[in-house]
């Protein structure tokens, strides 16, 4: 994607801009859509995402334009990466190429929920939809009625089954109280760091890390 911050419809215009701290090898040939483009985590963050999720299989459930996945196969011996998309996931593919890590990681077109009950990792990492970039109009974002496709409860369920660390990537005015309440609805209780992922000084989102200590 070449060109001038005037090429782009205003929307997508501000990501531009900050395209060097989404990927920082963005003119080697980066290959974005729309919401590829609003979506993505920013490359340090997802560095430190990756760093925090160890070296074991790492299943990204909804791998977008690659951002995560990319830097897990950095650090990790295996990726495991879905997107219901086929050109996101094309696109999440060509990314990995780029920056060399393409073989460190299995990419999936396909719909998570059909077949995470067939995946096992060490982690799960779950960067969902949050209905777009009005996520931030909100005070207090709700988890339970603002998250596609399904609810965070939901999404918490389906994933505690599939490893015993499960990281979700989340808008920064999320309910706190409401991350809690998922940690406490495993039984026996599984454990909830909150962490604050700040880029140039800007609080970008929040990221959940559960974690199943009784095993
Ligand atoms: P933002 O709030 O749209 O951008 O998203 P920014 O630059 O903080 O906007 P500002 O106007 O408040 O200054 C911040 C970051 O959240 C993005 O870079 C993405 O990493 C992430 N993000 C945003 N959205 C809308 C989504 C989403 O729907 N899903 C996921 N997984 N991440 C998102
Ligand atoms: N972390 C990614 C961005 C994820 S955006 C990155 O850094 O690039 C959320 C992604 O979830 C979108 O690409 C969307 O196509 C995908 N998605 C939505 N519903 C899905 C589902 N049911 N199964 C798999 N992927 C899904």
Redesign the pocket.
Known sequence: MEGDVGDFPANVAKYWCQRYLLFSQFDDGIKMDE??WF???PESI?RHHASRCGNGTVV??????????IQFAFKSNHVIA????SQ??DY?QHNAAIYGVSDKIDFIN?????IAHCLKGDSV?L???WGGPDYAKVQKYDMETML???TGSFLFKIASKMAPKVVM?LPRNVDLNQLAELALSATPPWSLEVERNFLNGKLKAITAYFENTAK
């Open positions: 919401e590829g979506s993505v985590t997802a990204d459930c909804f791998a977008g334009v690659g951002g995560n996945s879905i997107d219901i998309d996101r996931i999440a396909a719909d998570f929920f059909q990492f960067s969902p939809p596609k496709p399904h990537f």
